[in-house]
């Protein structure tokens, strides 16, 4: 299983995934034109047969700001991990690109927050964010939860060292940002 860049050839397979959830409610409809428009902003992961089995895309909103959108991974990838890899990759290609601060518009507030998102209050977020929400069948009675993640900090930290290795102390910032979680996840 690899993490890369979209191709052309990935539109389809990118758009058949996005839209398998998008009739179950769970994200927004794309179509075909509208993947092809956007493809510079999706990453794929792609299966060792060369299938497209996941989908990210970054889309940056202002100088510190970009959603994390349209993540999908098909239904017989569950639980190995992929959903994880592909906000991993978002999350490098924001700091590449210099972004401070990644979004999400999400039903799955659990995932978010193991990958190191907290929750907000939506009001916290731009107006210009909601400017897709008018082809949205809930844009009166938006249910999705907004979660944000600082992008400067290392959040998605790999699994702890072996034993006996020296473990490294987790910067303010970090602490801070765990105890708002754990808070957040009590409530």
């Known amino acids: 299983m690899k993490i890369r860049p979209a191709k052309v050839k990935d539109a389809q397979s990118i758009c058949g995934l996005i839209n398998y959830y998008a009739e179950r409610g769970r994200m ?32 940056i909103f202002w100088a510190d700001l970009a959603e994390v959108k349209s993540l999908a991974v098909a239904p ?6 992929l959903g994880k890899m592909l906000v991993k990759a978002a999350v490098r290609d924001a700091r590449r690109l210099g972004v ?24 916290r977020l731009p107006e210009k964010v909601w400017r897709e929400c008018i082809n949205c069948p809930k844009a009166d009675a938006c249910d999705e939860i907004a979660m944000m993640m600082p992008v400067n900090e ?6 702890p060292k072996a034993a006996g290795r020296k473990k490294k102390k987790a910067s303010k910032p970090l602490k801070r940002q765990r105890k708002r979680q754990r808070k957040t996840a009590k409530s």
């Open 76 to 81: 017989n990838h569950h639980g190995k991990g």
């Open 100 to 123: 401070h601060t990644l979004f999400a518009l999400t039903y799955e507030e659990k995932f978010f927050l193991r990958c190191g998102f907290v929750t907000i209050d939506r009001d």
């Open 28 to 59: 927004l409809h794309r179509s075909l034109e509208s993947v092809y428009g956007s493809l510079r902003k999706f990453q794929v992961a792609q299966a060792d047969d060369g299938a497209v089995v996941g989908c990210v895309a970054v889309d």
């Open 154 to 159: 290392k959040v998605l930290r790999k699994k």
